[in-house]
Every structure is written in C-alpha cells, then in structure tokens.
C-alpha cells in the first residue's frame, strides 16, 4: 500500500458536470414538489392549485440550492 502514490490531480471538466447537475437540481425540485402539490389536490379536491403552486416552490428551492453550491 505504501508504493501507490495518489494522483497528481483531478481532470478538468468542461462545464458539462455543471450544467447537469443544474438540471438535475431544477427537474428533481419541481417533480418532487409537484407531486406532493398534485396529492394535495387530491386531498382537498382542488382543481390543480396545489401542482402549480408545488412546480413553482419547486423550481425556486431548486435554483437555491444551485445558487447555494455556485456562491463561494
């Protein structure tokens, strides 16, 4: 174990990696808080208050999380 040495350095990306994960952050956080906006229509029988009011908290805490990990 002490003859492997560790490796000089971590490849760069291309900017790919991030633009993914930003997707990622806005597609998880609008179909989670749109599904449970979704199922709280079903609760109370609303006529889709509740999705779009879920889809809209979802792609805000989406970009707050992105803009979280973006800031220093």
Do not use: H, N, T
């Not at 806005?26 to 208050?49: A, H, M, Q, R, T």
């Amino acid at each position: 174990m002490a003859d492997m040495e560790p490796p000089d350095r971590k490849p760069q990306s291309d900017g790919s990696e991030m633009g993914w994960r930003a997707l990622g952050y806005l597609l998880s956080g609008i179909i989670f808080w749109g599904g449970l906006g979704y199922l709280v229509d079903l609760w109370l029988e609303l006529p889709k208050v509740g999705l779009l009011v879920g889809m809209l908290v979802g792609a805000g805490a989406g970009m707050y999380l992105l803009i979280k990990q973006m800031s220093p």
